[in-house]
Protein backbone atom coordinates (compact mmCIF):
# COMPACT_ATOMS: atom_id res chain seq x y z
CA UNK A 1 0.00 0.00 0.00
CA UNK A 2 2.68 2.51 1.03
CA UNK A 3 3.98 2.28 -2.51
CA UNK A 4 0.86 3.05 -4.09
CA UNK A 5 0.08 5.91 -1.58
CA UNK A 6 3.35 7.39 -2.72
CA UNK A 7 2.72 7.13 -6.01
CA UNK A 8 -1.37 9.20 -5.73
CA UNK A 9 0.81 11.90 -3.64
CA UNK A 10 3.35 11.89 -6.55
CA UNK A 11 0.67 12.55 -9.00
CA UNK A 12 -1.29 15.26 -7.02
CA UNK A 13 2.09 17.07 -6.36
CA UNK A 14 1.75 18.10 -10.17
CA UNK A 15 -0.36 20.89 -10.44
CA UNK A 16 -2.62 19.84 -13.35
CA UNK A 17 -5.81 22.11 -13.39
CA UNK A 18 -7.07 21.58 -16.78
CA UNK A 19 -5.92 25.05 -17.72
CA UNK A 20 -2.41 24.63 -16.97
CA UNK A 21 -0.46 22.60 -19.03
CA UNK A 22 0.07 18.74 -17.81
CA UNK A 23 3.46 18.31 -19.47
CA UNK A 24 5.75 18.38 -15.35
CA UNK A 25 3.22 15.02 -14.85
CA UNK A 26 3.79 13.44 -18.38
CA UNK A 27 7.26 13.64 -18.23
CA UNK A 28 7.13 12.10 -14.70
CA UNK A 29 5.08 9.39 -15.62
CA UNK A 30 7.13 9.09 -18.55
CA UNK A 31 10.56 8.77 -16.62
CA UNK A 32 8.78 6.39 -14.12
CA UNK A 33 7.89 4.15 -16.89
CA UNK A 34 11.56 4.77 -18.78
CA UNK A 35 12.83 3.15 -15.29
CA UNK A 36 10.83 0.33 -15.56
CA UNK A 37 11.94 -0.37 -19.36
CA UNK A 38 8.55 0.99 -20.67
CA UNK A 39 7.95 3.02 -23.84
CA UNK A 40 5.66 5.97 -23.37
CA UNK A 41 3.93 7.22 -26.64
CA UNK A 42 2.59 10.66 -26.10
CA UNK A 43 0.03 12.16 -28.34
CA UNK A 44 0.54 16.08 -27.87
CA UNK A 45 -2.06 18.01 -28.18
CA UNK A 46 -2.15 21.69 -31.15
CA UNK A 47 0.31 23.84 -29.27
CA UNK A 48 2.66 20.80 -27.46
CA UNK A 49 1.48 22.54 -24.01
CA UNK A 50 -0.34 19.12 -23.33
CA UNK A 51 0.29 15.55 -24.14
CA UNK A 52 -1.86 12.26 -23.66
CA UNK A 53 0.48 9.24 -22.60
CA UNK A 54 0.18 5.58 -23.75
CA UNK A 55 2.38 2.64 -22.46
CA UNK A 56 2.17 -1.25 -22.81
CA UNK A 57 2.95 -3.11 -20.06
CA UNK A 58 3.63 -6.81 -21.25
CA UNK A 59 3.77 -8.70 -24.86
CA UNK A 60 2.53 -6.50 -27.47
CA UNK A 61 -0.14 -9.12 -28.86
CA UNK A 62 -4.01 -9.23 -28.91
CA UNK A 63 -6.07 -9.50 -26.30
CA UNK A 64 -5.11 -6.45 -23.87
CA UNK A 65 -6.70 -4.66 -21.47
CA UNK A 66 -6.50 -0.36 -21.61
CA UNK A 67 -6.46 1.04 -18.19
CA UNK A 68 -7.64 4.33 -18.60
CA UNK A 69 -7.26 7.78 -16.45
CA UNK A 70 -7.51 11.86 -16.80
CA UNK A 71 -4.37 13.52 -15.93
CA UNK A 72 -6.02 16.84 -15.30
CA UNK A 73 -7.98 18.06 -12.30
CA UNK A 74 -10.68 20.79 -11.85
CA UNK A 75 -9.61 23.72 -9.79
CA UNK A 76 -9.04 25.01 -6.45
CA UNK A 77 -9.51 29.20 -6.68
CA UNK A 78 -12.33 30.24 -4.31
CA UNK A 79 -12.50 26.57 -2.36
CA UNK A 80 -12.16 26.68 1.15
CA UNK A 81 -9.12 23.66 1.83
CA UNK A 82 -8.27 22.93 4.75
CA UNK A 83 -5.02 21.93 3.08
CA UNK A 84 -2.66 22.52 0.56
CA UNK A 85 -4.47 20.65 -2.06
CA UNK A 86 -1.60 20.02 -4.22
CA UNK A 87 -0.03 18.07 -1.53
CA UNK A 88 -1.49 14.72 -0.12
CA UNK A 89 -2.18 13.99 3.71
CA UNK A 90 -3.43 11.40 5.60
CA UNK A 91 -5.86 11.64 7.89
CA UNK A 92 -8.83 9.35 9.19
CA UNK A 93 -7.91 6.53 7.00
CA UNK A 94 -8.57 9.09 3.86
CA UNK A 95 -6.31 10.80 1.67
CA UNK A 96 -6.94 14.43 0.74
CA UNK A 97 -5.85 16.34 -2.06
CA UNK A 98 -6.99 17.61 -5.38
CA UNK A 99 -7.52 14.76 -7.50
CA UNK A 100 -7.04 11.72 -5.22
CA UNK A 101 -10.51 10.72 -5.82
CA UNK A 102 -11.03 11.94 -10.18
CA UNK A 103 -9.07 10.62 -10.71
CA UNK A 104 -5.23 10.12 -9.90
CA UNK A 105 -6.19 7.52 -6.94
CA UNK A 106 -6.89 5.08 -10.05
CA UNK A 107 -3.95 6.52 -12.66
CA UNK A 108 -1.40 5.68 -9.47
CA UNK A 109 -2.90 2.70 -8.74
CA UNK A 110 -2.08 1.74 -12.46
CA UNK A 111 1.46 2.90 -11.93
CA UNK A 112 2.22 2.24 -8.75
CA UNK A 113 1.40 -2.13 -9.97
CA UNK A 114 3.69 -1.66 -13.34
CA UNK A 115 6.56 -3.67 -11.25
CA UNK A 116 3.68 -6.58 -10.46
CA UNK A 117 3.11 -6.04 -13.75
CA UNK A 118 6.48 -6.98 -15.27
CA UNK A 119 7.22 -9.82 -12.35
CA UNK A 120 3.93 -11.39 -13.38
CA UNK A 121 4.50 -12.82 -16.80
CA UNK A 122 1.58 -11.15 -18.34
CA UNK A 123 -0.14 -13.47 -22.00
CA UNK A 124 -1.60 -10.52 -22.97
CA UNK A 125 -0.97 -6.86 -22.35
CA UNK A 126 -2.00 -4.14 -19.99
CA UNK A 127 -2.19 -0.99 -21.58
CA UNK A 128 -1.75 2.52 -19.48
CA UNK A 129 -3.67 4.95 -21.19
CA UNK A 130 -3.46 8.98 -19.25
CA UNK A 131 -5.19 11.84 -21.43
CA UNK A 132 -5.36 15.65 -21.00
CA UNK A 133 -8.56 18.23 -20.81
CA UNK A 134 -11.57 15.59 -19.69
CA UNK A 135 -12.56 18.28 -16.96
CA UNK A 136 -13.31 20.58 -20.20
CA UNK A 137 -15.64 18.27 -22.03
CA UNK A 138 -13.32 15.29 -22.79
CA UNK A 139 -11.32 17.43 -25.47
CA UNK A 140 -7.88 15.48 -25.22
CA UNK A 141 -8.73 11.61 -25.47
CA UNK A 142 -9.89 11.21 -28.74
CA UNK A 143 -6.76 11.90 -30.42
CA UNK A 144 -4.95 9.31 -28.36
CA UNK A 145 -7.94 6.68 -28.94
CA UNK A 146 -7.58 7.25 -32.49
CA UNK A 147 -4.23 6.39 -32.43
CA UNK A 148 -4.59 3.35 -30.24
CA UNK A 149 -7.07 1.69 -31.91
CA UNK A 150 -5.25 2.07 -35.03
CA UNK A 151 -1.99 1.12 -33.85
CA UNK A 152 -2.81 -1.35 -31.18
CA UNK A 153 -3.54 -5.52 -31.59
CA UNK A 154 -7.16 -6.09 -30.74
CA UNK A 155 -8.03 -4.57 -27.20
CA UNK A 156 -10.59 -6.68 -25.32
CA UNK A 157 -11.59 -4.20 -22.46
CA UNK A 158 -10.96 -0.33 -21.06
CA UNK A 159 -11.36 0.07 -17.57
CA UNK A 160 -11.99 4.08 -17.46
CA UNK A 161 -10.94 4.01 -13.48
CA UNK A 162 -13.42 7.26 -12.91
CA UNK A 163 -14.92 7.27 -9.38
CA UNK A 164 -17.66 4.29 -8.90
CA UNK A 165 -17.09 3.55 -5.42
CA UNK A 166 -15.57 0.28 -7.16
CA UNK A 167 -19.13 -0.16 -8.69
CA UNK A 168 -19.50 -1.46 -12.49
CA UNK A 169 -21.15 1.70 -14.30
CA UNK A 170 -22.33 0.76 -17.55
CA UNK A 171 -24.40 4.14 -18.74
CA UNK A 172 -24.27 7.50 -18.57
CA UNK A 173 -25.51 10.52 -20.54
CA UNK A 174 -23.98 12.58 -23.20
CA UNK A 175 -23.38 16.21 -22.57
CA UNK A 176 -23.92 18.77 -25.53
CA UNK A 177 -22.35 22.06 -23.48
CA UNK A 178 -23.31 25.18 -26.10
CA UNK A 179 -22.02 28.58 -25.75
CA UNK A 180 -24.71 30.86 -28.00
CA UNK A 181 -23.63 35.07 -28.38
CA UNK A 182 -25.88 37.00 -29.94
CA UNK A 183 -24.95 40.20 -31.23
CA UNK A 184 -27.64 42.53 -31.86
CA UNK A 185 -27.53 46.62 -32.43
CA UNK A 186 -26.94 49.26 -29.58
CA UNK A 187 -29.11 52.17 -29.65
CA UNK A 188 -30.78 54.81 -26.47
CA UNK A 189 -33.21 52.87 -24.98
CA UNK A 190 -35.71 55.35 -25.55
CA UNK A 191 -35.23 54.76 -29.42
CA UNK A 192 -35.88 50.93 -29.82
CA UNK A 193 -36.49 50.88 -33.61
CA UNK A 194 -32.92 52.32 -34.24
CA UNK A 195 -31.32 49.24 -32.23
CA UNK A 196 -31.48 45.38 -32.32
CA UNK A 197 -31.90 44.27 -28.88
CA UNK A 198 -29.66 41.34 -28.02
CA UNK A 199 -31.29 40.36 -24.65
CA UNK A 200 -34.86 39.84 -26.39
CA UNK A 201 -33.76 37.61 -29.19
CA UNK A 202 -31.57 35.31 -26.83
CA UNK A 203 -34.84 35.33 -24.39
CA UNK A 204 -36.84 33.81 -27.41
CA UNK A 205 -34.28 30.67 -27.59
CA UNK A 206 -33.88 30.97 -23.68
CA UNK A 207 -38.11 30.40 -23.46
CA UNK A 208 -37.75 28.05 -26.98
CA UNK A 209 -34.89 25.48 -24.50
CA UNK A 210 -36.57 25.30 -21.36
CA UNK A 211 -40.07 24.58 -23.34
CA UNK A 212 -37.90 21.73 -25.28
CA UNK A 213 -36.95 20.68 -21.63
CA UNK A 214 -40.58 20.23 -20.89
CA UNK A 215 -41.31 18.22 -23.78
CA UNK A 216 -37.93 16.02 -22.57
CA UNK A 217 -39.33 15.76 -19.15
CA UNK A 218 -42.56 13.56 -20.63
CA UNK A 219 -40.39 10.95 -22.25
CA UNK A 220 -38.74 8.89 -19.78
CA UNK A 221 -37.29 5.57 -19.86
CA UNK A 222 -38.33 3.33 -17.09
CA UNK A 223 -35.83 0.76 -15.89
CA UNK A 224 -32.98 3.03 -16.85
CA UNK A 225 -30.32 2.99 -14.02
CA UNK A 226 -30.49 6.95 -14.61
CA UNK A 227 -31.83 9.31 -12.35
CA UNK A 228 -33.83 11.54 -13.95
CA UNK A 229 -34.26 8.87 -16.55
CA UNK A 230 -35.15 11.52 -19.06
CA UNK A 231 -33.29 13.85 -21.18
CA UNK A 232 -32.29 17.42 -19.28
CA UNK A 233 -31.55 20.67 -20.74
CA UNK A 234 -30.23 23.30 -18.86
CA UNK A 235 -29.25 26.96 -19.42
CA UNK A 236 -27.28 27.78 -17.00
CA UNK A 237 -25.47 31.03 -17.31
CA UNK A 238 -26.77 34.41 -18.88
CA UNK A 239 -25.18 37.80 -19.49
CA UNK A 240 -26.41 40.58 -21.41
CA UNK A 241 -26.69 44.21 -21.97
CA UNK A 242 -24.67 46.58 -19.60
CA UNK A 243 -27.00 49.47 -18.62
CA UNK A 244 -30.67 50.10 -18.34
CA UNK A 245 -31.22 52.88 -20.67
CA UNK A 246 -29.19 50.95 -23.42
CA UNK A 247 -30.93 48.40 -26.11
CA UNK A 248 -28.57 45.48 -25.45
CA UNK A 249 -25.55 44.77 -28.27
CA UNK A 250 -24.56 41.12 -26.84
CA UNK A 251 -25.92 38.57 -24.66
CA UNK A 252 -24.04 35.65 -24.04
CA UNK A 253 -25.59 32.32 -22.46
CA UNK A 254 -24.82 28.81 -22.09
CA UNK A 255 -26.81 25.46 -22.34
CA UNK A 256 -26.18 22.24 -21.19
CA UNK A 257 -27.96 19.40 -22.95
CA UNK A 258 -27.83 15.99 -21.33
CA UNK A 259 -28.44 13.24 -23.63
CA UNK A 260 -29.66 9.47 -22.80
CA UNK A 261 -27.25 7.27 -24.66
CA UNK A 262 -30.98 5.66 -26.25
CA UNK A 263 -31.46 9.35 -27.80
CA UNK A 264 -30.32 11.08 -30.97
CA UNK A 265 -29.19 14.21 -29.89
CA UNK A 266 -29.06 15.77 -33.53
CA UNK A 267 -33.00 16.08 -33.01
CA UNK A 268 -33.73 18.13 -30.56
CA UNK A 269 -30.26 20.38 -31.11
CA UNK A 270 -31.49 20.56 -35.05
CA UNK A 271 -35.02 22.11 -33.67
CA UNK A 272 -32.87 24.70 -31.72
CA UNK A 273 -30.55 25.29 -34.42
CA UNK A 274 -33.21 25.84 -36.58
CA UNK A 275 -34.36 28.93 -34.55
CA UNK A 276 -31.31 30.47 -34.00
CA UNK A 277 -31.39 30.40 -38.15
CA UNK A 278 -34.62 32.04 -38.51
CA UNK A 279 -34.37 34.75 -35.62
CA UNK A 280 -30.45 34.92 -36.86
CA UNK A 281 -32.05 36.14 -40.69
CA UNK A 282 -34.79 38.35 -38.69
CA UNK A 283 -31.58 40.27 -36.96
CA UNK A 284 -29.88 40.84 -39.96
CA UNK A 285 -32.66 41.81 -42.36
CA UNK A 286 -32.41 44.83 -39.70
CA UNK A 287 -28.31 45.13 -39.15
CA UNK A 288 -26.23 43.37 -41.37
CA UNK A 289 -23.47 43.00 -38.50
CA UNK A 290 -26.26 41.26 -36.59
CA UNK A 291 -25.45 37.36 -35.56
CA UNK A 292 -25.64 34.42 -33.42
CA UNK A 293 -22.99 32.36 -33.19
CA UNK A 294 -22.51 29.13 -31.49
CA UNK A 295 -19.23 27.00 -29.68
CA UNK A 296 -20.37 23.95 -28.95
CA UNK A 297 -18.41 20.51 -27.05
CA UNK A 298 -20.36 17.53 -27.30
CA UNK A 299 -19.09 14.47 -24.89
CA UNK A 300 -20.80 11.46 -26.21
CA UNK A 301 -23.22 9.13 -23.71
CA UNK A 302 -22.29 5.71 -23.12
CA UNK A 303 -24.16 2.62 -22.72
CA UNK A 304 -22.68 -0.83 -22.29
CA UNK A 305 -24.02 -3.80 -24.94
CA UNK A 306 -25.81 -6.61 -23.50
CA UNK A 307 -22.75 -9.38 -23.94
CA UNK A 308 -20.40 -6.56 -23.41
CA UNK A 309 -16.69 -8.25 -22.68
CA UNK A 310 -15.26 -5.07 -20.31
CA UNK A 311 -18.76 -5.52 -18.70
CA UNK A 312 -18.31 -9.20 -17.57
CA UNK A 313 -15.03 -8.67 -17.12
CA UNK A 314 -15.13 -5.81 -14.36
CA UNK A 315 -18.16 -7.43 -12.94
CA UNK A 316 -16.12 -11.14 -12.53
CA UNK A 317 -13.27 -9.45 -11.02
CA UNK A 318 -14.70 -6.36 -9.09
CA UNK A 319 -17.12 -9.24 -7.54
CA UNK A 320 -20.47 -7.34 -8.41
CA UNK A 321 -23.47 -9.23 -9.72
CA UNK A 322 -25.13 -5.48 -10.76
CA UNK A 323 -24.40 -2.96 -12.54
CA UNK A 324 -25.15 1.13 -11.97
CA UNK A 325 -25.23 4.37 -14.29
CA UNK A 326 -23.43 7.24 -13.36
CA UNK A 327 -24.59 11.26 -13.60
CA UNK A 328 -21.33 12.37 -14.77
CA UNK A 329 -19.73 12.22 -18.41
CA UNK A 330 -16.57 10.17 -19.39
CA UNK A 331 -14.31 9.52 -21.84
CA UNK A 332 -16.18 5.74 -22.16
CA UNK A 333 -18.45 6.79 -24.70
CA UNK A 334 -15.14 7.63 -27.05
CA UNK A 335 -13.25 4.29 -26.23
CA UNK A 336 -16.39 3.10 -27.39
CA UNK A 337 -17.29 4.97 -30.20
CA UNK A 338 -13.92 6.34 -31.63
CA UNK A 339 -11.72 3.46 -30.75
CA UNK A 340 -14.73 0.65 -30.99
CA UNK A 341 -13.43 -1.03 -28.09
CA UNK A 342 -15.55 -2.81 -25.21
CA UNK A 343 -15.66 -0.49 -22.01
CA UNK A 344 -16.63 0.09 -18.85
CA UNK A 345 -16.45 2.26 -15.96
CA UNK A 346 -15.47 1.28 -12.63
CA UNK A 347 -12.87 2.84 -10.07
CA UNK A 348 -12.51 3.68 -6.49
CA UNK A 349 -13.55 7.08 -4.90
CA UNK A 350 -16.96 8.51 -4.15
CA UNK A 351 -17.58 11.20 -7.10
CA UNK A 352 -19.47 12.79 -3.83
CA UNK A 353 -16.26 14.10 -3.21
CA UNK A 354 -14.75 15.08 -6.34
CA UNK A 355 -13.98 18.82 -7.35
CA UNK A 356 -14.69 19.27 -4.09
CA UNK A 357 -12.70 21.42 -1.60
CA UNK A 358 -11.03 18.78 0.82
CA UNK A 359 -11.65 16.24 -1.36
CA UNK A 360 -10.57 12.98 -0.45
CA UNK A 361 -10.36 9.09 -1.35
CA UNK A 362 -11.10 6.78 1.38
CA UNK A 363 -8.05 4.39 2.12
CA UNK A 364 -10.46 1.47 1.87
CA UNK A 365 -11.51 2.17 -1.66
CA UNK A 366 -7.87 2.57 -2.34
CA UNK A 367 -7.36 -0.76 -1.50
CA UNK A 368 -9.85 -2.51 -3.37
CA UNK A 369 -8.73 -1.02 -6.71
CA UNK A 370 -5.57 -2.08 -5.89
CA UNK A 371 -7.32 -5.17 -5.68
CA UNK A 372 -9.23 -4.77 -8.77
CA UNK A 373 -5.53 -4.18 -10.89
CA UNK A 374 -4.12 -7.12 -9.21
CA UNK A 375 -6.72 -9.18 -10.33
CA UNK A 376 -6.69 -8.14 -13.37
CA UNK A 377 -2.88 -8.75 -13.82
CA UNK A 378 -3.76 -12.41 -12.77
CA UNK A 379 -6.62 -12.43 -15.38
CA UNK A 380 -3.81 -11.24 -17.95
CA UNK A 381 -1.08 -13.94 -16.83
CA UNK A 382 -3.41 -17.29 -17.91
ZN1 LIG B 1 -12.90 12.50 -13.59
Redesign the pocket.
Known amino acids: MEHVKAMIARLVAHDTVSSKSNLGLIEDVRAYLADHGIESHLVPNEDGAKANLYATIGPNVAGGIILSG?TDVVPVDDQDWSTNPFEVVEKDNRLYGRGTC??KGFCAIALALVPEMLAANLKRPIHIALSYD??LGCLGAPFMIKEMAAKLPRIDAVIVG??TDMQVAEMHKGVYASTIHVRGLEAHSSQTHLGVSATRYAAKIINFINDLHDELLANPYPGLPLSPNHSTLNVGKVNGGIADNIVARDCIFTYDYRVLPQEDHASIVGRIDALIGELEAEMKAKHKDCSITQKVVWTPGFAAPEDDEAKSLAMRVAGKNQTIGVP?G?EAGQFQNDGGFSTIVCGPGSIDQ?HKPDEFIELSQVELGTQFVRDLIIHQSK
Open positions: HDMEEEPYTA
